[in-house]
């Protein structure tokens, strides 16, 4: 079944890369946040890599979401969703494949955004890259199956935008907390300590439970 959720996420991703949708959209909020916030704070103080994770997770989950609200809208024209939903593909399969394609995307613009952020903030963020690295990935999976979890059941709405940050915020606090505290300690170049390795066995908990979940009721969601 790895082959046909790498066929779904690859659908998406060139969807994605032919129209630039929602990456375009999503890009330039982060840019455009991250650029105001230069101006409330001074880049050189000491506050400012305080609340560095707190501020690029901010940036990241309003930019995320719209990413993730285009996940399943994208499928209603020509009754393409019906159409994925009635085929021989299972439903896990599917939603699997619009997680990961959800993943690359949400991944790359965060990366290009970590960049930007050092220039403005005048912060080093990559002396510990590859445990960064992984708190993105782990703190961006748990925003990705919620997300996507919810763009399917609001697919149908006309407040469909309003409604799914209404429903995915309040979940994914666990996962902006870990991913804050972790975040700030590793872009200040230091190591984690013993008792921050409670918040990344919170994110892995978290992305085995939800993801379980998703697979688990996929069909309803996608059927409802």
């Known amino acids: 079944m790895v082959r046909e959720i790498l066929v779904v996420a690859s659908k998406d991703l060139r969807t994605e890369l032919r129209t630039k949708e929602s990456i375009n959209a999503s890009l330039s909020f982060a840019l455009t946040v991250l650029l105001l916030f230069s101006f409330a704070f001074d880049p050189t103080a000491e506050q400012v890599r305080q609340i560095s994770g707190g501020l690029l997770w901010l940036v990241f989950a309003f930019a995320g979401a719209l990413v993730l609200n285009r996940s399943f809208a994208r499928e209603r024209d020509n009754d393409c969703l019906e159409a994925l939903v009635a085929s021989p593909l299972p439903a896990w399969a599917l939603f699997l494949g619009k997680c990961l394609a959800n993943l690359v995307l949400l991944v790359a613009i965060e990366l290009v955004c970590l960049p930007v952020f050092g220039v403005f903030y005048n912060v080093n963020w990559a002396r510990r890259p ?15 199956v919620l997300g996507t979890t ?55 908990a978290f992305d085995i439970i939800f993801t379980s979940l998703a697979v688990a009721f996929a069909e309803t969601v996608l059927i409802s």
């Not at 590859?130 to 990705?144: C, D, F, I, Q």
């Not at 979940?171 to 902006?176: A, E, K, S």
Request: charged letters at 10%.
């Open 150 to 204: 919810f763009s399917a059941l609001t697919v149908n709405l006309r407040l469909r935008e309003l409604m799914l940050p209404v429903l995915l915020y309040p979940m994914i606090i666990p996962v902006l907390i870990a991913a804050i505290e972790l975040t700030t300690t590793l872009v200040a170049g230091e190591p984690l300590q013993a008792e921050q390795w409670v918040w990344v066995r919170l994110l892995v």
């Open 130 to 144: 590859l445990p960064l690295l992984a708190v993105l990935v782990l703190a961006t999976w748990g925003m990705t």
